[in-house]
């Protein structure tokens, strides 16, 4: 089992930035890739951006490529998710995930384990 934890959201203004963590323990050998998802109100679980935990293969959506940088720190067992020039658009619930199956997922369904959530807001 691998228990997640994100932090760092919050109520920032259009073009500012914002930096989420997600903190991983237990099983966390065992990991093979995390992600960070979001959840719009009223629309399903989307794809952000995800990374193979020992490499440094990254993939992002369109909608975020150029803005949003994702990193981990093996170390620390720490995911991040660095969100500069952010938009109203970018407005969620933002979800970390990870698996240990031996691909870097772009589909929830592709990741068994999951974090509670952080809520991040841009006004316009």
């Known amino acids: 089992q691998v228990q997640l934890v994100e932090s760092g959201g919050g109520v920032v203004q259009a073009g500012g930035s914002l930096r989420l963590s997600c903190t991983a323990s237990g099983r966390t050998s065992s990991t093979y890739s995390m992600g960070w998802f979001r959840q719009a109100p009223g629309k399903e679980r989307e794809f952000v951006a995800a990374i193979r935990w020992g490499g440094s293969s990254t993939y992002y959506a369109d909608s975020v490529k150029g803005r949003f940088t994702i990193s981990r720190d093996n170390v620390k067992n720490t995911l991040y998710l660095q969100m500069n020039s952010l938009k109203p658009e970018d407005t969620a619930v933002y979800y970390c995930?990870?698996?240990?199956?031996?691909?870097?997922?772009?589909?929830?369904?592709?990741?068994?384990?999951w974090g509670q959530g952080t809520q991040v807001t841009v006004s316009s």
């Open positions: 995930a990870a698996d240990s199956r031996p691909r870097v997922g772009v589909r929830s369904g592709e990741y068994g384990y």
